[in-house]
């Protein structure tokens, strides 16, 4: 069984992924291949675009606690690429203080009561 947990992390305007947005002169976007969206199969293929793009981590974790999936921009924010966190613990990530908290979280959202927490992830350095 997989436990899907989204982690939402706040990007301050000193992060170099985040932009000022800026006007432009709207104009028809052709930048996207059409491959790209003619190859679309259906709702699953529209999930994934949607969640590899977003600039916050989502991942699925196993009840061993083990990554089996995660969004390609936790490398531009912690320095692990997917390969690297995939398939291992996420107390590996996590801030050790943080712990305990996580795993109450997790514990109180497995038996059906939801509890959000937020926690640090420790980056590759």
């Known amino acids: 069984m997989t436990y899907n947990y989204f982690m939402s992390i706040k990007l301050s305007p000193e992060t170099r992924l985040a932009r000022k947005p800026t006007r432009k002169k709207q104009v028809k976007d052709d ?5 790209q969206v ?19 981590v989502v991942f699925s ?3 061993r606690e083990t990554f089996t999936f995660i969004n390609p921009v936790i490398e531009q924010l912690s320095g692990y690429t997917v390969d690297q966190v995939v398939g291992r613990t996420f107390e590996t990530f996590v801030y050790p203080d943080d712990l305990p908290g996580l ?5 109180s959202t497995l038996s059906g009561q939801p509890a959000p927490y937020e926690f640090r992830v420790l980056d590759k350095n």
């Open 31 to 35: 930048s996207r291949p059409k491959q």
């Open 103 to 107: 795993k109450s979280s997790l514990k």
């Open 38 to 56: 003619e190859n679309l199969q259906g709702p699953s293929d529209i999930y994934r675009i949607l969640i590899e793009n977003l600039h916050e």
């Open 61 to 63: 974790i196993d009840l």
